[in-house]
């Protein structure tokens, strides 16, 4: 079946410090989806991508649905505590009813 | 901010019994979706739903599961005879179509001893 690759699988960072995570995926996907997920919560949507090239800010947070529309990628920029948590990327097939297909995510820790 | 509400937040089972997880969603949104998430590792696809029947199933979601919208405003999933390996959050999404991202509920803790 598909697979979504998501590295890093965790970070530790200092705050201010700017981080970014990727992607990819072994099929064409025409949306690209971030996600955040805090402990015991469900995940919140942070950013959605619908066209290949696409570059979407959101804050601090900017995402990229690569040319290929195979990978995604995202970028924090000037990391705060609060940033801390698990970030997925999800993807959706032009196939598929709407059912995502999920990374493993990314573990960020923020060290103030 | 309209929400997805999931209940009960947390619900321990014994081994066999039948479950129905409960998800009241968005009011204007016509997708309706089940995912799981074992603890520690990815979110999985269960089932999606639309127009009042199941328009995509995983692998995961066998003969033991089912959902219903028994009365416009609830979606519920229902675990037959629940497994050991059925533990994990279930979370309920839905979108007002296929393209948007969807909003995701805070999931409910199935826990089965």
């Known amino acids: 079946g598909q697979q979504l690759n998501q590295s890093p699988q965790s970070m530790f960072i200092q705050e201010g410090e700017d981080v970014s995570m990727n992607c990819t995926s072994s099929?064409?996907?025409?949306?690209w989806l971030w996600y955040k997920q805090d402990p015991g919560e469900g995940p919140v949507l942070l950013i959605a991508?619908?066209?290949?090239?696409e570059l979407t800010s959101n804050g601090r947070l900017t995402a990229q649905f690569g040319i290929t529309r195979k990978d995604s990628f995202l970028n924090i920029s000037a990391s705060i505590p609060s940033d801390v948590g698990i970030y997925f990327c999800?993807?959706?097939?032009?196939?598929?009813?709407?059912?995502?297909?999920f990374g493993k995510g990314t573990k960020l820790s923020v060290k103030p | 901010e309209p929400e997805v509400t999931q209940t009960p937040s947390h619900q321990v089972t014994q081994m066999g019994q039948e479950v129905i997880l409960r998800c009241v969603p968005i009011s204007n949104h016509l997708y309706f979706y089940w995912y799981r998430q074992i603890l520690g590792q990815k979110v999985e696809f269960l089932v999606s739903f639309y127009n009042n029947e199941i328009s995509e199933k995983s692998e995961i979601f066998d003969d033991q599961f089912s959902v219903e919208r028994p009365d416009g405003s609830n979606f519920t999933l229902k675990i037959r005879s629940t497994k050991l390996e059925d533990s994990a959050m279930y979370f309920c999404a839905s979108s007002p179509d296929r393209v948007v991202g969807y909003t995701f509920g805070s999931g409910t803790r199935l826990t089965v001893v």
């Open positions: 099929s064409i996907f025409n949306t």
């Open positions: 991508l619908y066209k290949a090239g």
């Open positions: 999800a993807g959706r097939d032009g196939g598929s009813q709407g059912n995502l297909i």
